[in-house]
């Protein structure tokens, strides 16, 4: 079975823009999550979304956002980019609302110049 | 979820037994102990969990202290390949989120 896939793995983007990242999870899992790490943060949690409904949200500002799509599909958005956005993006995905055990895609880097 | 408490690194030699301690002592009755690890670079990796019994699987044994405020994940017989930053987590199985915290920084040496 295909892991959880993410793309594109890197990126590079001025300030001021937006970026748009994607995530295939695991065939049949349902809910997918995402999370930011940084060196000086670590690994933060961002959102979950489950049944294309977000149901879980971090503490980040509104220029993160995301969706879930019909095929459980995932994208996360940030809008007016700012330096300290520069950071590993990683998506989990899991089976249930109700699963823990989340498995994680190998992440795409985003630098903001 | 719990606050854990890792060593924030280890060394081990390759071949050894490699002992991970957590301190999760505030741990509820409905939360479970996971393991993950990253190696670097990577993703996160699943590795284990458990709730009161000791668990053990193809990659690792999860062992839990019977007042469960404490586990220490044992990797058999480390590998260079082991060497990654293992976080250990304490949270509900209805909960969606993962709270990571430091993790130890194990380095597996010849």
């Known amino acids: 079975k295909a892991g959880v896939t993410q793309t594109p793995r890197y990126l590079i983007k001025t300030r001021g823009q937006q970026v748009t990242l994607s995530c295939s999870p695991i065939s049949g899992h349902r809910s997918v999550s995402w999370y930011q790490q940084t060196p000086g943060q670590g690994l933060q949690f961002l959102f979950e979304?489950?049944?294309?409904?977000?149901?879980n949200k971090g503490n980040f500002p509104g220029r993160f956002s995301g969706r879930q799509f019909s095929n459980s599909r995932s994208e996360m958005n940030v809008s007016t980019l700012e330096l300290g956005d520069s950071a590993l993006y990683l998506c989990a995905s899991s089976l249930s609302q109700h699963q823990e055990t989340q498995y994680f895609g190998p992440g795409t880097r985003l630098l903001v110049l | 979820d719990a606050k854990t408490t890792q060593p924030p690194s280890m060394d081990c030699a390759e071949g050894r037994a490699a002992n991970l301690p957590c301190n999760h002592s505030?741990?509820?009755?409905?939360?479970?102990v996971y393991w993950y690890r990253q190696i670097h670079s990577q993703g996160p990796q699943y590795i284990i969990h458990g709730l009161k019994n000791n668990e053990t699987n193809e990659m690792a044994s999860l062992i839990i202290t019977e007042d469960r405020k404490s586990s220490t994940l044992i990797l058999p017989h480390a590998t260079l390949r082991d060497t990654a930053v293992y976080y250990c987590i304490a949270c509900t199985g209805t909960a969606s989120k993962l709270t990571f915290g430091t993790g130890t920084r194990l380095q597996v040496t010849l």
């Open positions: 505030t741990i509820s009755g409905n939360e479970y």
């Open positions: 979304y489950f049944s294309e409904t977000q149901r």
